[in-house]
């Protein structure tokens, strides 16, 4: 069965700065897609960003990018020039590619804390 | 557009009321989805539907809960009867053409049963 791990619970970073959350996975499988949703206080889920495994280039959007590993199974978001807003609880998630289930593996979560 | 809406946003309800909550996916997206979320087990799928027929319902945990999905524009989630430990988050998520597109999550149903 596929694993999703996020082994920091908790992280802050400074205003401006910049921070990486960490994500591994457990599968077999070849063909399947990553994601990072954030979580503010508000609840809402809300998608980051989106890696295809069949792609080498690592996704980017904004701020926001990805270092993706596959043979380390490591799926990292690096959220430069953080901001206040950022602060939130992130999600990492897996989802299998053939799958006919649309079931997104999430991981445990990390909390990040923006220190102004 | 509109993203995924859900209503109620907070619900408060004694043990053994029939509880409904109700999502309207994103126009255009053909997949539904419904997620549980708490503390103790994170974020699960409960159900999957797609052209408004369930494909997977194995994350249901009992036969209390129950999901219809009437239309392509609106889908609802009932327990009944409700337990406290029913209290979570539901999230229902809509994606475009099946399984493998990205999901986008409405805002949530807080739910506690007392």
């Known amino acids: 069965a596929q694993t999703v791990t996020q082994s920091q619970p908790e992280m802050s970073v400074q205003e401006a700065e910049t921070v990486t959350l960490s994500c591994t996975y457990d599968t077999s499988e070849s063909d399947y897609y990553l994601f990072w949703y954030k979580q503010p206080p508000s609840r809402q889920m809300i998608l980051v960003i989106r890696?295809?495994?069949?792609?080498?280039q690592n996704a980017t959007e904004n701020r926001f990018s990805v270092n993706f590993q596959k043979a380390a199974k490591s799926f990292s978001l690096k959220i430069s020039d953080s901001q206040l807003g950022d602060a939130a609880m992130y999600f990492c998630?897996?989802?299998?590619?053939?799958?006919?289930?649309?079931?997104?593996?999430f991981g445990q979560g990390t909390t990040l804390q923006v220190k102004p | 557009d509109a993203g995924v809406i859900q209503s109620p946003r907070h619900e408060v309800t004694e043990m053994g009321q029939e509880v409904t909550l109700r999502c309207k996916p994103i126009?255009?997206?053909?997949?539904l989805f419904w997620y549980r979320q708490t503390m103790m087990r994170g974020l699960e799928l409960l159900i999957y539907f797609n052209n408004n027929v369930p494909i997977d319902d194995s994350g249901m945990p009992e036969d209390r809960f129950s999901a219809k999905m009437p239309n392509a524009s609106f889908s609802t989630l009932k327990i009944q009867p409700s337990e406290p430990r029913d209290s979570a988050v539901y999230f229902c998520?809509?994606?475009?053409?099946?399984?493998?597109?990205?999901?986008?999550f409405g805002p949530g149903t807080r739910l506690l049963v007392l």
């Open positions: 998520a809509s994606s475009r053409q099946g399984a493998q597109e990205t999901q986008y």
């Open positions: 126009s255009g997206h053909n997949s």
């Open positions: 890696q295809e495994a069949y792609k080498q």
């Open positions: 998630a897996y989802l299998h590619g053939s799958s006919n289930t649309g079931k997104l593996i």
